[in-house]
T-cell receptor, first 115, second 114 residues
Framework: KAGVTQTPRYLIKTRGQQVTLSCSPISGHRSVSWYQQTPGQGLQFLFEYFSETQRNKGNFPGRFSGRQFSNSRSEMNVSTLELGDSALYLC??????????????FGEGSRLTVL | AQSVTQLGSHVSVSEGALVLLRCNYSSSVPPYLFWYVQYPNQGLQLLLKYTTGATLVKGINGFEAEFKKSETSFHLTKPSAHMSDAAEYFCAVSGWGGSEKLVFGKGTKLTVNP
């Protein structure tokens, strides 16, 4: 079955712009999580959605937001981009709920460069 | 609060040698523990996980890890390194019940020399 799909894979933006990243989870998975990966900070949790509700949130400013649709697809948005937002943004899906095993399945990521 | 410490940001071994990547965790609840691998320009792939039961966990590609509660460790080993093992390895912990929020270590980049 198809894995986690993230689009776009690469994008370049300038400071002050906004960006929307998309994630399609594995079929049947209802939980989608987002992580930011940078050389300096490593992998940091952004937020997690389950059945269209944000269930967990990391320690990021309000410029970072997300949502999940009824088909479990998720988007994250970063507004007023800063140079420090340059990173690989990883989406991960899982079953969530009572059948959760803790295992996350990751997409290949969206690499954002802010100039 | 949970945290993960990976000792050694870079580890270099010769092909055929033992691979040992160290991970210590801190968790106030019984943890779920994971090792993920990341190849260049790719996402993370699960190598193995510990939830409950047997403390020696076998994963893919010949890797295994042992959960030692007394030492709060979950070190990753492979008896004989292969060139294809060169990648970055991340240890991660989540809370009881496998909350989707994973806390990752900083990662260890493994180099395998011919």
């Amino acid at each position: 079955k198809a894995g986690v799909t993230q689009t776009p894979r690469y994008l370049i933006k300038t400071r002050g712009q906004q960006v929307t990243l998309s994630c399609s989870p594995i079929s049947g998975h209802r939980s989608v999580s987002w992580y930011q990966q940078t050389p300096g900070q490593g992998l940091q949790f952004l937020f997690e959605y389950f059945s269209e509700t944000q269930r967990n949130k990391g320690n990021f400013p309000g410029r970072f937001s997300g949502r999940q649709f009824s088909n479990s697809r998720s988007e994250m948005n970063v507004s007023t981009l800063e140079l420090g937002d340059s990173a690989l943004y990883l989406c991960a899906s899982s079953f969530g709920g009572s059948s959760n095993t803790g295992e996350l399945f990751f997409g290949e990521g969206s690499r954002l460069t802010v100039l | 609060a949970q945290s993960v410490t990976q000792l050694g940001s870079h580890v270099s071994v010769s092909e055929g040698a033992l691979v040992l990547l160290r991970c210590n965790y801190s968790s106030s609840v019984p943890p779920y523990l994971f090792w993920y691998v990341q190849y260049p320009n790719q996402g993370l792939q699960l190598l193995l996980k510990y939830t409950t039961g047997a403390t020696l966990v076998k994963g893919i590609n010949g890797f295994e890890a042992e959960f030692k509660k007394s030492e709060t460790s979950f070190h990753l080993t492979k008896p004989s390194a292969h060139m294809s093992d060169a990648a970055e390895y991340f240890c991660a912990v989540s809370g009881w019940g496998g909350s989707e929020k994973l806390v990752f270590g900083k990662g260890t980049k493994l180099t395998v020399n011919p």
